[in-house]
């Protein structure tokens, strides 16, 4: 089941404008050159760290439901032997040459097996 991630991704934009908002102060202080605006930045920096904090926090949950929801890739390149899958030979190969219709019943990784096997198909 695919999870919305739209709220995750919604927490994400909101804690980066915040530390957008806050370094944009920051550095509107600083260009100031004056004393006052030198202090006023460093009264911000703990509040821009807050912020980068919050951003890492929801950055990290987004990434982990983004995982939860991904296809397990390791299952995906499993490919069982299936019931349409031509019979061997008696010897644990598969047969050589197989009808088109039976060819077309197979899966796509089945039919990319038996051609890599040097299968043909009969038309």
Same mark, same amino acid.
């Given at each position: ?5 739209? +709220? *995750?991704?919604?927490?994400? $934009? /909101?804690?980066?404008?915040? !530390? =957008?908002?806050?370094?944009?102060? #920051? ?5 100031? @050159? ?11 920096? +703990? ?8 951003? =890492? &926090?929801?950055?990290?949950? *987004? &990434? ?7 296809? $397990?890739? %390791?299952?995906?390149? *499993?490919? +069982?032997?299936?019931?349409?899958? +031509?019979?061997? $030979?008696?010897? @644990?190969?598969?047969? /050589? ?6 060819? $077309?019943?197979? /899966? !796509?990784? =089945?039919?990319? #097996?038996? %051609?890599?096997?040097? @299968?043909? !198909?009969?038309?």
């Amino acid at each position: 089941m695919a999870t919305d991630l739209k +709220p *995750y991704f919604d927490a994400v $934009n /909101s804690a980066q404008a915040e !530390v =957008d908002r806050i370094a944009h102060d #920051l550095d509107t202080a600083m260009a100031d @050159g004056s004393d006052e605006g030198k202090l006023k930045a460093l009264e911000l920096q +703990p509040q821009l760290d807050g912020a980068l904090s919050k951003l =890492d &926090e929801a950055s990290g949950l *987004y &990434e982990t439901r983004q995982k939860a929801d991904r296809p $397990n890739d %390791i299952a995906k390149n *499993y490919v +069982p032997l299936s019931a349409n899958t +031509p019979a061997g $030979n008696g010897e @644990g190969n598969q047969a /050589s040459e197989i009808e088109r219709g039976e060819f $077309n019943k197979l /899966s !796509v990784q =089945d039919q990319a #097996l038996f %051609i890599r096997k040097g @299968g043909t !198909v009969r038309d």
